[in-house]
Nanobody, 122 residues
Framework: QVQLMESGGGLVQPGGSLSLSCSASGSIFSINGMGWYRQAPGKQRELVANIYAGGRINYADSVKGRFTISRDNAKKTVYLQMNSLKPEDTAVYSC????????????????WGQGTQVTVSS
């Protein structure tokens, strides 16, 4: 069984910073990539940032220069450092992981965390 658990959400003032983390647990052979998505009320879920095994990183245009994604392979953890937060960043942030449970990319699946609320407000 593979589980993802996010932490670090909360209430922060505009212009403030917040750091999210997401750790994967369970029997995992390798993690191909991990990422963060967010969904605000009445809005479609959108990509925030992804980081892949080879080091390739994608950011949404709206967060470039403000957010930084990183990962610790040994800890099976992905982080999202969020700076200069805006009210528009308010959303439920969920992490995901592209996981292989067996060698050679076998049993490759996408897993999602439960999500953590980020609220940017004064």
């Amino acid at each position: 069984q593979v589980q993802l658990m996010e932490s670090g959400g909360g209430l922060v003032q505009p212009g403030g910073s917040l750091s999210l983390s997401c750790s994967a647990s369970g029997s995992i052979f390798s993690i191909n990539g991990m990422g963060w998505y967010r969904q605000a009320p009445g809005k479609q879920r959108e990509l925030v940032a992804n980081i892949y095994a080879g080091g390739r990183i994608n950011y949404a245009d709206s967060v470039k220069g403000r957010f930084t994604i990183s990962r610790d392979n040994a800890k099976k953890t992905v982080y999202l450092q969020m700076n200069s937060l805006k009210p528009e960043d308010t959303a439920v942030y969920s992490c995901n992981a592209d996981v292989s449970l067996l060698p050679n990319g076998l049993a490759r699946k996408i897993y999602w965390g439960q999500g953590t609320q980020v609220t940017v407000s004064s």
